[in-house]
């Protein structure tokens, strides 16, 4: 369950800020091309991997899709026990978050994950995180485990993966090339 690798924002960054396309013949790119590229793809290398981590944590779960009727069962029923902002959950109304996700972007996900489990009451987390570990426990074998339990680690897993997409979406390249900010960000620690 991987996305795609290079985003939009990557081929911003490459066309307005080093003024070559992702197309450019490697033997045309000056050595400071080549640095730039690394240090972007460095940085854009946790967010993949926190992207894909969270879209392979989703891919654990029954699909929404799949033809026995267990997936849409199980997201209704996920809808139901999640209280007001269950309805978040239904794969209509996230379909466009994951696709997304898919496609390089996991910050709309992530924020609607934040965003609805924040919202929760602790009986609705309860009822959620023993659903989830149901379904873990038959997908993974795991007739040993107790399921709150895998439904709590994978809860508690979803947001923390969730924030770090996100806390990182501020990581941008022209944040991270912007000198000003860094003399003021240096400047403030140096007299705090």
Do not use: C
């Amino acid at each position: 369950m991987l996305p795609k690798l290079h985003t939009t924002r990557s081929r911003q960054y490459l066309e307005n800020r080093l003024n070559i396309t992702p197309g450019t013949e490697a033997g045309k790119l000056s050595t400071e091309h080549v640095a730039a590229i690394a240090a972007y793809e460095a940085a854009d290398t946790r967010a993949f991997d926190d992207t894909t981590h969270l879209l392979r944590l989703m891919d654990l779960l029954p699909l929404p899709g799949e033809a026995d009727g267990e997936g849409p069962t199980f997201w209704m029923s996920l809808s139901r026990v999640g209280g007001k902002n269950g309805a978040a959950f239904l794969p209509v109304n996230a379909r466009g978050n994951v696709l997304e996700a898919l496609n390089g972007n996991g910050e709309p996900l992530a924020l609607r994950w934040l965003y609805v489990l924040g919202k929760m009451a602790e009986a609705e987390r309860t009822a959620m995180a023993d659903l989830i570990g149901q379904a873990l426990v038959k997908r993974m074998n795991l007739h040993t485990a107790r399921d709150p339990y895998l439904g709590r680690l994978w809860l508690d897993d979803v947001e923390a993966t969730s924030w770090r997409i996100t806390a990182r979406s501020v990581d941008d390249p022209d944040f991270r090339d912007d000198e000003e900010r860094a003399q003021q960000f240096h400047h403030a620690w140096r007299n705090a």
